[in-house]
């Protein structure tokens, strides 16, 4: 089954053609990270204006990578939640008027459940059920995935993301956006022993994470530094940051496994590619003799072949729209589209 899948969630363009959830065909991906950079994050008004102006392109080269017409695809499947609005309903406007003009099935996808989906493009063998950490810009989630459609949060954020926490961060540090990415490579050449940060923890809920407070204590140390005239270590202080966090990430997580009696674990979204969390996990999964799975680099973001990887299991589970379809800025994982 050859799946044409679109996602405009944020401030990525993305179109793929994916064969039965699992074979990659095409993928094309237009960014906007050039433009957004200019104001230091994503301004949604312009992320939904780029989306209309490039998900035409966009669609028709993944079909032409693909060596495909509309005519040889048997569904399409679209992000509808959750993520900035108008640029949600770019996509899933198109998908309508794609799905109407050519009698095509109509898949429904939640933007986080795409994210985990990633994981199946890479590892043929990777089935339900395991537990999943889903971080990225906008959730940092434990989720137990009991089957291709059915999961349930265990654990998640109660304020700032992880990658918001990164990319805010960053920013006050003087890194362009988006900013994770810059603090990380900054992280590799630092000592994180030199500063000590506050690790939040959620009372009574041991799964739960917060960032808020620990975003607070970089930007007020920065800010303090600058005020006396002083100039802070930048590579120790994103190693001190990373590894506060990843901590965090880490530690609820392996909790919640070995609490649910999960020995196969799986990372997804942006933060999976995260290189502390990369190896923290792999280390830690390995001394136990569990399993650990995260997605190449290449599908850590937005893209439209995690689209298709779960668009395939949301068609054979029956969740298909009709032309009522709309866009939610946000939606739990669980909710399975009627």
Not at 105 to 131: C, K
Not at 269 to 289: H, I, P
Not at 296 to 305: E, Q, R, T, V, W
């Amino acid at each position: 089954m050859k799946i044409l899948s679109i996602e405009s969630s944020c401030d990525e363009t993305a179109a793929a053609v994916v064969e039965n959830g699992r074979k990659i065909l095409s993928s094309v991906v237009a960014s906007q990270v050039e433009e957004h950079k200019l104001y230091g994050g994503v301004v949604p008004e312009i992320a939904s204006r780029r989306h209309c102006e490039a998900i035409n392109a966009v669609v028709r080269k993944a079909l032409t990578d693909a060596q495909l017409t509309l005519s040889q695809i048997d569904a399409i499947g679209v992000t509808y939640a959750p993520g900035l609005i108008g640029a949600l309903l770019v996509g899933v406007n198109f998908a309508k008027g794609l799905s109407m003009a050519t009698g095509l099935p109509l898949i429904p996808v939640h933007h986080l459940r795409s994210h985990i989906a990633a994981n199946y493009l890479e590892h043929p063998a990777l089935e339900p059920p395991f537990l999943c950490l889903v971080v990225s810009g906008g959730h940092s989630h434990i989720v137990e995935v009991t089957d291709y459609t059915v999961m349930k949060v265990i654990g998640r954020t109660r304020d700032d993301a992880a990658g918001e926490a990164f990319d805010k961060a960053a920013r006050t540090m003087g890194m362009p956006y988006p900013g994770g990415i810059h603090l990380d490579k900054a992280a590799e050449q630092g000592d994180p022993s030199l500063f000590t940060l506050p690790r939040p923890k959620v009372e009574g809920a041991p799964y739960d994470f917060s960032f808020s407070g620990l975003k607070t204590a970089v930007i007020n140390l920065i800010h303090n530094a600058s005020q006396k005239g002083e100039t802070l270590p930048v590579a120790d202080l994103s190693a001190a940051f990373r590894q506060t966090v990843v901590n965090s990430l880490s530690g609820n997580f392996l909790r919640a496994a070995q609490d649910s009696g999960y020995t196969k674990l799986v990372l997804a979204g942006g933060v999976s590619a995260n290189s502390l969390l990369r190896r923290r996990m792999t280390e830690e999964c390995q001394q136990r003799g569990w399993s650990c799975y995260y997605p190449p680099l290449s599908l850590c973001g937005d893209n439209g072949a995690m689209v298709g990887a779960q668009a395939y299991y949301e068609y054979l589970a029956g969740h298909i729209a009709d032309t009522s379809l709309n866009a939610y800025p946000t939606m739990d994982i669980a909710k399975n589209h009627a």
